[in-house]
């Protein structure tokens, strides 16, 4: 299954390679990734998505914890968290045709980011299956370019 | 030289505390100017560093300038950083204590990498310090530039590449720190050569403070009395120990938990000597060339206490087939190594010392009695059914039969005064079965990584750490060739380290597994013609002879043992022996090819469990 994992690790440089690397060595894959400074600056937030079964989870995040660079691991697979993504859509868009995609964006709080000949670019946020319903409909029009940034996360602590 | 166990525990205390063996703070460069090289060999000294294994090269140059006016450090200079490597962490195993290691950039670094992950294999503190180029030209091919923080990543516990002087004496004390706490293991700091010759003031730090880094020592004490509940209403338990008991000092508690309970004992390759071989309890090696009658222990028994030891394949055989009916009590200071291989039932992180003692304190206080003597004499039954070796068992007449040839080096040599190392390979597992080992640090071997080329530099670092110790190692003609070299480091420094070289002219272990596992085709591994290695001895200046005749051992290696000089002894064996028993790779554990059964009139049986002889082996 798909674990979240938000890891609190020292910013320096090669720390990334430090988490992917054991991540990868112990022969499982990151789906996605995110990394940034967070409020300190000497800490960065990287934010994983990781496929593994619970024993494979299990050491994934035992063995990340024995880097001297990690400071915290947080599961929030199974958390209420808040997830978000931000993804890039370039989908062609020929001028008779533009109303309908700027209406699909507006549908889904999307903003109109770039505006070309042939194209239209559309910065949307959101979670997986929002993004995900997004290409859906932009494939129909021609999808010419997809960047999406991977997912970021945080638990939802009322109590913060 | 600190050696008693007292010392031990004292260095122990220290290392947990964060705090430097050495002066630290206290010494005469304190508050001074000088240049990062002089403060890398000052921070060494407030370390407490004593001997340092190395090879210059551009990028050290500066540091060796300022080894040069050290009178504190012993720098001993080996033939390839790959032995540096190796000697540094013999010296580890032998003394407890962190190897240092130091080497210049480019391949001077690259050459130390199988040393390196030799130690993170088998968990031994060591500090590797790297010249690299000048910061201003990293990271543009220049002349002996390699990335070997980037090569190392995956073998260091920790590895730092050193950006300004200002963080240079935090850096060796962190790196002491993190080698030698928790579960130890090499840590690298690579110095560009500018900050060598940079100014900066002295100042060592007595402390530490690494947030993101704390290991647990003391164990959980509701587990602990869950493991205690279990011994109690265990049956047939049994001891599995490893190298973590060696690293953190717990042989008097596991000899303590063993006698009250009468529980046997099972060691591994890195656990050996941590409980007495002559011991009534301890059953010696378990695993793949263990004996039969431990590995039909580890099948049958219906409890595992597992302290410092890591389920490896090697010990566990076919895993579902392995301990099939045994609950497990898991005791490691990486809490990654619980229910990494097998589940347990009681996981207990931490110190294995302070755990295998409260579990002792923890059963005296409910008053538990031992277990039911019924287990120990049915292991008994298996011990005297399947030995490793019988005299009638004569497959080899005429000719030096290796085990016989070890249980006489084992017999000669003082259980309480000296240290066996080995290659890897047949002559490995054979020492392993037959050298009988009273002391923990007394039987360096290369377990996890398997590294061939080992065990002579390893032996030499263990001579530099325990002078005063009969130090020998245990070779294969294989292996030997692979660090051969450093018999120059050995002669020039006179460190009479002897080499007992068991010579088959073959990779015996690999032409072992084609004889009975690839239709007898020895692909690559036929070594003749070897040098003539009592020749090669006396070239570095050595002394050294060859035996052929079995009557030839006992007095060769008196006067091997006898020798003031480093020795070879060339020991001529068949290249058809194997080591026996053996589990096949992918067997299950109680599969056993070739062990000796006495009930049938000592002859070589495989089979599964006690079951009988199914067919005889095919050796005449």
Redesign the interface.
């Known amino acids: 299954m798909k674990h979240i994992l938000s890891v609190l690790v ?1 910013n320096k ?2 720390v990334l ?2 988490v992917t ?2 991540i990868s ?1 112990r022969g499982f894959n990151i789906e996605s990734l995110t990394v940034a400074p967070t409020e300190d600056s000497t800490m960065s937030r990287l934010t994983a998505i990781v496929n593994a079964d619970e ?1 494979g989870y ?2 994934i995040t ?2 990340l ?7 915290k691991i947080t599961d929030l697979t199974d958390e209420d968290a808040i997830e978000r993504e931000l993804a890039l859509f370039k989908v062609s868009a020929p001028p008779d045709r533009r109303h309908e995609i700027i209406e699909i964006a507006n549908v889904f709080r999307a903003n109109i980011v770039d505006v070309g000949k042939n194209s239209l670019t559309i910065e949307a946020t959101g979670d997986e299956s929002k993004l995900e319903a997004m290409e859906d409909l932009f494939r129909a029009y021609g999808l010419k370019q997809l960047v999406r940034t991977g997912k970021i996360a945080m638990s939802r602590n009322s109590k913060d | 030289m600190m050696n008693t166990l007292t010392d031990k525990l004292a260095q122990k205390q220290l290392a947990i505390e964060g705090k430097p063996l050495g002066p630290g703070s206290h010494t005469e460069h304190e508050g001074k100017t000088m240049t990062g090289a002089q403060a890398i060999i000052a921070s060494l000294e407030a370390e407490g560093v004593d001997t340092v294994f190395g090879y210059p090269g551009g990028q050290a140059i500066k540091i060796y300038d300022a080894l040069y006016d050290s009178k504190k450090l012993h720098h001993v200079l080996a033939r390839h950083e790959q032995g540096a490597t190796h000697m540094a962490d013999g010296y580890a195993r032998a003394t407890g204590k962190v190897g240092v290691v130091l080497v210049t950039s480019g391949p001077g670094a690259t050459n130390t990498v199988t040393g390196i992950a030799t130690a993170y294999m088998d968990s031994i503190p060591m500090v590797v310090i790297t010249g690299q180029v000048t910061r201003g030209v990293i990271g543009t091919d220049s002349f002996q530039e390699s990335d070997i923080v980037g090569i190392t990543m995956p073998i260091v516990k920790h590895s730092f590449l050193l950006q300004s002087t200002d963080d240079l004496t935090e850096t060796f004390r962190e790196a002491f720190y993190i080698a030698s706490t928790g579960r130890p293991g090499p840590v690298l700091i690579d110095i560009p050569s500018d900050l060598q010759g940079a100014e900066m003031v002295f100042h060592y730090p007595d402390s530490v403070n690494i947030p993101s880094y704390r290991p647990t020592y003391k164990g959980n004490a509701k587990q602990i009395k869950q493991a205690t509940a279990l011994i109690e209403t265990s049956k047939r338990p049994l001891l599995y120990a490893g190298g973590g008991i060696v690293s953190s000092h717990a042989c008097q508690e596991l000899e303590a938990l063993a006698e009250a309970m009468q529980i046997p004992v099972v060691t591994t390759l890195l656990g050996k000597g941590c409980f007495p071989s002559s011991h009534p309890l301890s059953l010696g090696p378990v695993g793949m060339h263990g004996s039969k009658y431990a590995n039909m222990a580890m099948t049958e028994c219906d409890l595992i206490i597992a302290a410092g030891a890591r389920f490896s394949d090697r010990v566990t055989g076919k895993l579902d087939e392995f301990a099939p009916n045994a609950k497990v009590i898991h005791i490691d200071i990486d809490p990654a190594e619980i229910g990494k291989i097998r589940e347990a039932n009681v996981p207990i992180v931490g110190d294995a010392q302070g755990i295998l003692g409260g579990i002792v304190a923890q059963l005296e206080k409910s008053g538990a009695t031992p277990v039911d003597a019924e287990w120990v004499e049915t292991v008994n039954e298996w011990r005297e059914r399947w030995p490793y070796y019988d005299d009638q068992f004569n497959d080899y007449p005429n000719q030096i039969v290796p085990e016989v040839a070890l249980d006489e080096l084992s017999k000669q040599l003082d259980p309480d005064n000296s240290i066996v190392t080995t290659e890897v390979g047949q002559h490995q597992m054979w020492a392993h079965q037959h050298i009988g080992r009273e002391h923990a640090r007394s039987f360096l071997s290369s377990g996890g990584l398997g590294t061939m080329g080992f065990g002579f530099p390893a032996a030499i670092g263990a001579k530099f750490g325990c002078p005063d110790k009969q130090v020998v190692c245990v070779a294969g003609d294989g292996s030997f060739q692979m660090n051969s070299q450093e018999m120059a480091t050995a002669a020039i420094n006179n460190t009479a380290v002897k080499v007992f070289l068991l010579d088959n002219r073959a990779l015996g272990m690999v032409h072992q597994w084609q004889k009975l596992f690839y239709h007898e085709r020895y692909s690559s591994t036929i070594l003749d013609p070897v040098p003539d290695f009592v020749k090669l001895a006396d070239a570095y200046g050595w002394e050294g002879e060859r035996i052929e005749k079995p009557e030839d051992v006992a007095p060769a290696i008196a006067r091997m043992l006898a020798s003031e000089k480093p020795y070879l002894l060339d020991v001529a064996i068949s290249p058809d022996q194997n080591v026996y028993p053996m589990v096949a790779p992918g067997a299950a554990l109680d599969n056993v090819i070739g062990a000796i059964d006495v009930t049938l009139g000592a002859v070589r049986v495989n089979g599964k469990g006690v079951g009988k002889k199914d067919e005889k082996e095919g050796e005449e």
């Open positions: 020292e440089s090669g390679s430090r690397g054991m060595r024993v299990e050491q035992k063995q914890h024995k880097l001297v660079s990690v400071y």
